[in-house]
């Protein structure tokens, strides 16, 4: 039997983590491969180059690295962008806790979270995922929200988890 791919997006709050305990009510560990994403969002105000059209860069293993360049006068570099993820692995490793008998792949990324949600699930395939919904109130839950915009855009079926 072809083992099921969830991705499961994760921001590190308490809410977030309802998805994982999903996860485990609805799957055996044994028919399911996990992805835990965490998305870095970044807020810029000025031009920004599209994520598609940034430079390329790779690493010391010859990995690419997107290179976010803004206002065309000031990078972040690639060690940057290394270690802006690190600092979001304990986010990761706190959510692979939960699911320590799940077979788990950890990503993380940076831009806008649904855009990279949505990538994500299309470019690998990903047969579900599951999030949960948006904590924000007032004028951001106006603006939209990240499981909304995931949820009008991805191409897989989307588990909500109030």
């Known amino acids: 039997m072809k083992k099921m791919k969830v991705l499961v997006p994760i921001d590190g709050t308490e809410t977030s983590m309802h998805s994982l305990r999903q996860l485990k009510k609805l799957f055996n560990a044994d028919n399911v491969d996990v992805t835990l994403m965490y998305v870095a969002e970044i807020i810029i105000t000025g031009e920004m180059l599209e994520q598609d059209d940034m430079p390329k860069a790779r690493n010391a293993n010859g990995d690419e690295v997107r ?21 979001y692995e304990p986010i990761l490793d706190k959510a692979l806790e939960e699911i320590e008998d799940f077979n788990v792949e950890k990503f ?3 831009g806008y979270a649904a855009d990279r949600i949505v990538k ?35 191409e897989t079926v989307v588990l909500v988890v109030p």
């Not at 065309?72 to 690190?86: G, M, N, Y």
């Not at 579900?128 to 109130?137: A, E, H, L, P, T």
């Not at 839950?141 to 009008?152: A, D, H, I, N, Q």
Request: charged share 30%; proline share 0%.
């Open 120 to 154: 994500k699930a299309k470019k690998d395939k990903f047969d579900m995922i599951i999030m949960s919904k948006s904590n924000k109130k007032g004028l951001s839950r106006m603006l939209g929200s990240v499981t909304s915009k995931v949820v009008k855009d991805a």
């Open 67 to 87: 290179e976010i360049v803004i206002n065309q006068d000031f990078s972040t570099t690639v060690s940057s962008i290394k270690a802006l993820k690190e600092g």
């Open 108 to 110: 993380i990324d940076i």
